[in-house]
């Protein structure tokens, strides 16, 4: 697990930016935090990072974007997502085989996504700094992430 302090939104997307060069298609990356601790800060840093077409939006109301980049992004909330059935009729494996994947409120499904994933914990701190913990799971492991907190 590795650590990072980001004192402003700025620094969040740029922890998101940095992340990016590490990803590829099948990637699977799950935000984690409460109600406004910058999960779509990090995830709009990642779409920067992956040379996304639009900038990154909340998919609170859709449940899910698919973006069009140098590597595709599909950005999802499950946040009104009630159950691993209603999880699974997304379909989100087929839907994210060639594109990273980016689940917000990903750690109350994270048995759905399998072993093989990146778990990004957000925590906004007194004074609006937020702490990043990252979680490598499976092949995640030998991925080189302290990369990500230079």
Do not use: N
Request: net charge negative; aromatic share 4%.
């Amino acid at each position: 697990m590795i650590q990072i302090g980001c004192a402003t939104a700025a620094d969040t997307m740029a922890v998101g930016r940095r992340l990016a060069s590490l990803l590829r298609a099948g990637d699977v990356v799950l935000l984690a935090g409460g109600l406004g601790a910058g999960k779509t800060v990090f995830a709009g840093g990642i779409g920067e990072g992956l040379g996304l077409d639009d900038p990154v939006v909340s998919p609170t109301f859709v449940l899910a974007r698919r973006y069009r980049g140098l590597v595709p992004m599909v950005h999802v909330d499950l946040y009104r997502v009630g159950s691993s059935s209603e999880i699974d009729d997304l379909d989100l494996d087929t839907e994210a085989s060639d594109a990273v994947l980016v689940v917000e409120w990903g750690q109350a499904a994270e048995q759905s996504f399998g072993d093989d994933h990146l778990l990004v914990r957000i925590t906004m701190e007194s004074g609006g700094q937020r702490t990043l913990e990252l979680v490598p799971r499976g092949s995640w492991i030998d991925r080189p992430i302290s990369e990500v907190a230079r």
